[in-house]
């Protein structure tokens, strides 16, 4: 079958580093997306990962390696807007993307 | 770039109505749309893949008849909740991808509430 999986939830606070995992199973394999989604939107795309390694985009980066099925998503200096929920949504042969619950990360001041 | 709207935002309606939500990519051309329902607290729920001028595939569970889905064009695709009933209170989230590497735009979604 295929399933992902993150922790539920996680704190952290203002002006630290947080890494979020995220372990997958899928039927074949076209990448991995990180989305963010505050309460009561719609998510949006941080980042894509289909070659192993680490990808860098500002304050967040992203890893992937594909033979342990596991991924990172890195975030660094943390402000309070980053207070939402992180969706890892692996791509499966089909290129669908499965979808978990998220890690609903708090920033504390 | 890669902008994607969504109308209405928010819809109340009576039971037994029918609802329409539209999607829009507006900078890009969508080769594929998809629409998604999510509940509170819960993870998106694919309902239905749409590609341009063909049929929606439909996952399993999903009625077709009910949630009726028109792709007319590269940049507009139409979700109906036709008899809507109070269990069909959700957030309607549509998204867009354009091609390769097929990531997905999400729209600002809907809320729709059947009272």
């Known amino acids: 079958g295929q399933n992902i999986d993150q922790p539920t939830e996680m704190t952290a606070t203002e002006g630290a580093i947080v890494q979020i995992n995220c372990t997958y199973q899928t039927s074949g394999f076209n990448g991995l997306f990180w989305y963010q989604q505050h309460a009561g939107e719609a998510p949006t795309f941080l980042s894509y990962?289909?070659l192993d390694g680490l990808e860098e985009k500002g304050r967040f980066s992203s890893f992937l390696s594909r033979s342990k099925g596991y991924s990172y998503l890195l975030l660094k200096e943390l402000q309070m807007k980053d207070s939402a929920s992180y969706l890892c949504?692996?791509?499966?042969?089909?290129?669908?993307?499965?979808w978990g619950a998220g890690t609903k990360l708090i920033i504390k001041p | 770039g890669a902008v994607v709207s969504q109308h209405p935002s928010r819809v109340i309606c009576k039971s037994g109505t029918s609802v329409k939500i539209e999607c829009r990519s507006l900078?890009?051309?969508?080769?594929?749309m998809f629409w998604y329902r999510q509940f509170p607290k819960q993870s998106l729920m694919l309902m239905a893949t749409?590609?341009?001028?063909?049929?929606?595939?439909?996952e399993q569970g999903v009625e077709k008849d009910k949630f009726l889905i028109n792709h007319a064009s590269l940049t507009l695709s139409t979700l109906t909740v036709t008899s809507a009933h109070p269990e069909d209170s959700s957030f309607y989230i549509c998204?867009?991808?354009?091609?390769?590497?097929?990531?997905?735009?999400f729209g600002p979604g809907t809320r729709l509430t059947v009272t």
């Open positions: 990962n289909v």
């Open positions: 949504a692996p791509m499966d042969s089909n290129y669908q993307l499965i």
């Open positions: 749409s590609n341009e001028g063909s049929k929606a595939t439909y």
């Open positions: 900078d890009f051309q969508a080769t594929t």
């Open positions: 998204s867009a991808s354009p091609g390769e590497p097929y990531e997905q735009y």
